[in-house]
């Protein structure tokens, strides 16, 4: 069978963060139960950043590596989001436009809540096997952003604003899917797939959230058993213990993930709290270091695990990965792949760490400038120019990065007639 995965892949972290137990203390919440959480910053997204900007400054590093005849192979552009900017123009057009891919591309945009990333991956790798076009490559980037509707009694509509605005991050993931699978090879046809319907969490107006917190965490370690159970039956001889070298889950946030593995050793072995406990800092420990970092962005957040698992795990022999994804509503799967030596160096090339650290970031004062302001671009937006001089330190700080990296950076400079034109900076 064609060996089919991720050839090259980056996350984009955005250009500011908040300190999470600093927001904490400011919102004058109890920060014992904030340690619950294990976060420790949040991505923010600026007023002229948006998912499709997220989009191509993930994408734009992996597309620069690429010969032209590399390039024109991408037969595929697929947006994964939650945070979409239109009913029917899909933002992968915008995309495409801005990296400068071949016009022979079909192109779409799809929306399953935080599950979406995963259904990209597996859109791609499934053309990549038709072999409808051999040699072809798929563009797959999940990106999204939290923005808080806030009302004008100041209350917020989302399942808990006092615990769900920590974990709300922003930012996209980029992966080139193609039959080099140097980074991570999926294993063909190990997948469980589970999903009913539960309302727990949604987007019924297009700028914030609801939903009902206790039961999307119900649901979600429901689905993690349970489609780890349907992949049991597909592949035999799995064992949840020995088979996966490492775990990634989608995480809504680091505890919620502790939660679940916790849940599923019990269930599914017999070893005691002590070594649940080591096993959780051995094989899930390293895909939350960027989690806690950039917060939950939906469908690229189980991509963000899968990359802080190859970055920061231990791969002197090959290990297989096994990855949990959630999208609420809802949709999960369980699937595994393998990853090597050579494909952690590959993507430590990237700077994935070194992009994270560059951020600026943003104290309390300038956060809730931003949160004030945030309703400046939103969905429906039909003429606005974004004000860079709302923050004029932040801004700064994106065109001393950018100059002293000798790099570019797109960003909203206008919507005119709902038209959105991007600018580069660097």
């Given at each position: 069978m064609t060996p089919v995965g991720i050839e090259a892949m980056n996350l984009y972290g955005g250009s500011t963060f908040v300190d999470v137990m600093e927001l904490a203390a400011y919102r004058q919440l109890?920060?014992?139960?904030?340690?619950?959480?294990?976060?420790?910053?949040?991505?923010?997204?600026?007023?002229?950043?948006?998912?499709?900007?997220?989009?191509?400054?993930?994408?734009?590093?992996?597309?620069?590596?690429?010969?032209?005849?590399?390039?024109?192979?991408?037969?595929?552009?697929?947006?994964?989001?939650?945070?979409?900017?239109?009913?029917?123009?899909?933002?992968?057009?915008?995309?495409?436009?801005?990296?400068?891919?071949?016009?022979?591309?079909?192109?779409?945009?799809?929306?399953?809540?935080?599950?979406?990333?995963?259904?990209?991956?597996?859109?791609?790798?499934?053309?990549?096997?038709?072999?409808?076009?051999?040699?072809?490559?798929?563009?797959?980037?999940?990106?999204?952003?939290?923005?808080?509707?806030?009302?004008?009694?100041?209350?917020?509509?989302?399942?808990?604003?006092?615990?769900?605005?920590?974990?709300?991050?922003?930012?996209?993931?980029?992966?080139?899917?193609?039959?080099?699978?140097?980074?991570?090879?999926?294993?063909?046809?190990?997948?469980?797939?589970?999903?009913?319907?539960?309302?727990?969490?949604?987007?019924?107006?297009?700028d914030s959230e609801a939903g009902n917190a206790d039961l999307s965490l119900l649901s979600y370690?429901?689905?993690?058993?349970?489609?780890?159970?349907?992949?049991?039956?597909?592949?035999?001889?799995?064992?949840?213990?020995?088979?996966?070298?490492?775990?990634?889950?989608?995480?809504?946030?680091?505890?919620?993930?502790?939660?679940?593995?916790?849940?599923?050793?019990?269930?599914?072995?017999?070893?005691?709290?002590?070594?649940?406990?080591?096993?959780?800092?051995q094989r899930v420990q390293p895909g939350l270091t960027y989690c806690q970092r950039v917060g939950n962005i939906m469908g690229a957040t189980v991509l963000v695990s899968l990359a802080s698992t190859i970055e920061q795990g231990v791969f002197d022999v090959p290990k297989r990965i096994g990855c949990f994804s959630y999208g609420s509503g809802c949709c999960s799967e369980f699937y595994s792949g393998v990853a090597m030596a050579s494909g952690q160096q590959k993507l430590k090339a990237m700077q994935l760490e070194k992009n994270l650290d560059s951020r600026y970031q943003l104290s309390m004062g300038e956060y809730e400038t931003l949160l004030e302001g945030s309703n400046e671009v939103k969905f429906g937006t039909r003429n606005v120019v974004p004000n860079t001089g709302l923050l004029p330190g932040v801004w700064q700080s994106i065109i001393d990065n950018t100059t002293g990296k000798g790099t570019k950076r797109i960003f909203l400079k206008e919507i005119k007639e709902f038209y959105r034109q991007y600018e580069w900076v660097g």
């Open positions: 109890d920060t014992a139960r904030f340690d619950n959480l294990l976060m420790k910053h949040k991505s923010v997204a600026l007023p002229y950043e948006d998912p499709v900007s997220f989009a191509i400054n993930a994408a734009k590093p992996v597309i620069d590596q690429l010969s032209e005849a590399e390039k024109d192979r991408i037969e595929l552009l697929i947006t994964c989001s939650e945070s979409g900017i239109d009913f029917g123009k899909s933002m992968s057009t915008y995309i495409h436009h801005y990296l400068g891919l071949n016009r022979n591309c079909r192109l779409f945009e799809l929306k399953q809540a935080c599950y979406s990333g995963t259904a990209g991956l597996q859109m791609a790798v499934n053309f990549i096997l038709s072999q409808v076009s051999p040699g072809a490559k798929a563009l797959v980037i999940a990106t999204d952003l939290s923005r808080f509707l806030v009302t004008e009694d100041g209350d917020a509509l989302t399942m808990d604003w006092a615990f769900f605005e920590p974990s709300g991050g922003a930012g996209a993931v980029a992966l080139l899917v193609s039959e080099k699978p140097e980074i991570f090879q999926l294993d063909v046809g190990a997948n469980g797939y589970y999903s009913f319907e539960v309302f727990d969490t949604c987007r019924p107006i297009p370690l429901d689905c993690c058993d349970q489609s780890f159970q349907e992949y049991q039956k597909r592949v035999t001889g799995t064992d949840y213990r020995t088979t996966f070298q490492y775990l990634c889950f989608h995480t809504p946030f680091g505890g919620m993930v502790k939660g679940a593995h916790r849940n599923m050793m019990r269930k599914h072995t017999d070893i005691k709290r002590d070594e649940i406990n080591q096993d959780f800092h």
